[in-house]
């Protein structure tokens, strides 16, 4: 385990997953959540759910500018909950949502991807893609 992915004490428990899902980007959340089998998002689910409240009132203590480097990876595994939960809720653990565009074409412009207004052409902006986790 990786000092990037440790959690604090109480949530030890969830550190095998949070080097799969404890990303630190939404486009790294975002791939992760693209080639995530159902199998995978159901696991995740089953063991972050009934640890939710637990773990926000854990995070409410902090400042997004002060957070821990253990309680930024569990902030990290939160947030990745939140984007994935609906695949198990209503898309039965599909990574993809059903009838709609493909989620690949939306572009986060914060994080790990650059952000339009500034130092980048439209062509090299075009030209991004995000990294795979």
């Known amino acids: ?4 992915y440790r959690l604090p004490s109480r949530f030890t428990e969830l550190e095998n997953l949070a080097e799969r899902w404890a990303l ?14 159902a199998e995978e998002f159901q696991e995740f689910y089953d063991a972050m759910v009934p640890l939710i409240k637990e773990i926000l009132a854990y995070l409410d203590q902090f400042s997004l500018d002060e957070m ?5 990876a ?3 595994l939160s947030l990745a909950l939140a ?9 039965r653990g599909a990574a993809k949502v059903p009838h709609s565009f493909d989620a690949r074409r939306m572009l986060a412009t914060r994080g ?3 952000d339009p207004n500034h130092d980048m052409s439209p062509e090299q902006l075009a ?6 986790p």
Not at 68 to 72: F, H, K, R, T
Not at 83 to 91: G, I, K, L, R, T
Not at 127 to 132: L, S
């Open 83 to 91: 984007e994935s939960a609906p695949h198990v809720e209503f898309y």
């Open 112 to 114: 790990d991807a650059p």
């Open 74 to 76: 569990l902030f990290h």
């Open 24 to 37: 630190p980007t939404e486009n790294q959340r975002s791939a992760k959540r693209w080639s995530a089998s």
């Open 68 to 72: 821990p480097e253990d309680a930024l």
């Open 1 to 4: 385990m990786t000092e990037q």
């Open 127 to 132: 030209a991004f893609k995000p990294q795979a």
